[in-house]
């Protein structure tokens, strides 16, 4: 069994494999097909009832139409990938034989394609083009990757919440704060992907020899470095999007920051950085309420300039949730307080 390190990059996902056996750290899901000759059959049989496949049928039918185009010198696997918040997405897994990565490619929206009357074999020819086009020249080096302090500068973490993420948070050695769960990250820069970011496992810290206390010494050490925060005010944002200046209402955000990381990306934990929500009530003379707008950033208004009840905030934070954020982005119904004279973040009670 060879070990899967998986990369989130910021426009795909791919499947990094060492030359390294270890049972038990293989971090996706194969299932094979067993029957071709039967998964052929299928195909035939339900090529013009289109609506008849549920999406796991269809992904193992087209798995197997891919594997015969792309031929004998490739591996393609049907997996199902757990996303934030329990979002499932449906992926084939294409890998040449002898080489070390292997893009992932989400065939959801091939599947609606396919419902909406187009053919297996088309679908098929457009998953191998989509491969083709991600697939790097050259096999990405991981050997770094296995000694620790080549990636220690480079750990950070995201928040997400925790009763909602409990499954895809096994076997990792994440820290509970409230309704959270801060999850340790690397990120990884690469010349022929691009920025990536890896998930820790507690299996790695086995292969790194050092304890889940010290991996967490190690991120609130480098996590500000690794992926800085940027704190803007909810009006520049709003003037830089519209490319207008502030209209009426506009004193209504004022007195509101957006705090992020410098990607924008899962940067709702810079909220949480050592030191940054201290720093911000030392400069507003003021505690903090949190608003957790989504998994990449969140909302900061000083106490002081808070223009509504707790509660209603709350509804209105559960409303936005409810209607406007995707599922897999949302981080918590909850409003939190940072109190700035015991140096504590707490959830706001209902009154």
């Not at 069994?1 to 899901?29: A, H, N, R």
């Not at 396919?114 to 050259?138: C, Q, W």
């Not at 509504?308 to 949302?330: C, F, G, P, R, Y």
Request: net charge negative; glycine share 6%.
């Amino acid at each position: 069994m060879k070990l899967c390190k998986t990369i989130d990059t910021l426009s795909d996902v791919y499947c990094l494999f060492l030359p390294k056996t270890s049972p038990g750290q293989e971090l996706f899901s194969r299932e094979q097909t067993n029957n071709n000759k039967e998964i052929t059959d299928m195909v035939h049989k339900n090529i013009g009832d289109n609506s008849q496949l549920t999406i796991r049928e269809f992904g193992e039918i087209l798995c197997e139409e891919v594997r015969i185009l792309m031929g004998s010198e490739y591996e393609v696997d049907y997996k199902e990938v757990l996303k934030n918040n329990g979002v499932n997405y449906h992926a084939l897994l294409i890998r040449q034989k002898g080489r070390s990565i292997a893009p992932t490619i989400y065939f959801d929206s091939f599947y609606e394609a396919y419902r909406n009357g187009g053919l297996m074999v088309e679908i098929a020819r457009d998953v191998v083009k989509t491969y083709h086009y991600y697939m790097p020249s050259e096999d990405q080096d991981m050997e770094f990757f296995e000694d620790f302090s080549n990636i220690a500068e480079n750990l950070f973490f995201k928040v997400v919440n925790l009763k909602k993420n409990r499954k895809k948070l096994e076997g990792v050695p994440y820290r509970k704060f409230m309704d959270l769960a801060l999850v340790p990250l690397c990120r990884v820069r690469s010349e022929l992907l691009g920025e990536g970011i890896i998930t820790i496992q507690k299996s790695f810290l086995e292969d790194w020899e050092i304890t889940e206390d010290e991996l967490w010494e190690n991120i609130r050490e480098n996590a500000a470095k690794a992926a800085p925060p940027k704190i803007s005010g909810l009006m520049d944002i709003i003037e830089n999007v519209t490319g207008t200046g502030a209209g009426t209402g506009s004193e209504d955000y004022c007195g509101i920051y957006v705090v992020s990381n410098d990607a924008g990306n899962l940067g709702a934990s810079a909220a949480f950085y050592p030191g940054l929500l201290r720093s911000l009530s030392e400069d507003f003379e003021s505690d903090l309420f949190i608003v957790p707008s989504s998994i990449h950033e969140v909302l900061v208004i000083p106490d002081s300039g808070l223009m509504m009840d707790t509660s209603n905030l709350k509804e209105i934070i559960h409303e936005v949730n409810s209607t406007t954020v995707a599922q897999e982005d949302i981080l918590s119904d909850n409003l939190y307080r940072y109190d700035y004279e015991s140096d504590r973040v707490f959830m706001v009670k209902d009154a």
